[in-house]
């Protein structure tokens, strides 16, 4: 039966693109607030054409939690859009940071 039930538990690592109002409006602390609650590693980074790149890694059903919660954003921001790709899974990432 644990056997089972640890078949269930699937490691999932996600880069997602957010585009919109998210500078300046305290973003990158709420996702990294966001992510701490789910038990995700990952960072988040603002790009030098305004957009936000997350890494996010951890279990399949709270990754897809995250992205939810990433399409809607904290109060004050405006999502136009979010792009979400695969990546391979990367044992190094540990608590999620808020890059520079």
Not at 37 to 54: A, E, I, K, W, Y
Request: glycine share 8%.
């Amino acid at each position: 039966m644990e056997r089972a039930a640890n078949a269930l538990y699937v490691l999932e690592h996600r880069q997602i693109i957010i585009r919109g109002q998210v500078q300046g409006i305290g973003i990158r602390l709420w996702l990294r607030n966001v992510a701490n609650s789910l038990n995700l590693f990952g960072s988040c980074r603002l790009l030098p054409d305004g957009t936000l790149q997350v890494r996010v890694q951890g279990e399949r059903s709270l990754v897809k939690q995250f992205i939810i919660a990433c399409k809607r954003g904290p109060a004050d921001a405006r999502i136009d859009s979010i792009e979400v790709s695969s990546l391979p899974l990367d044992p190094r990432l540990g608590a999620f940071l808020v890059e520079r």
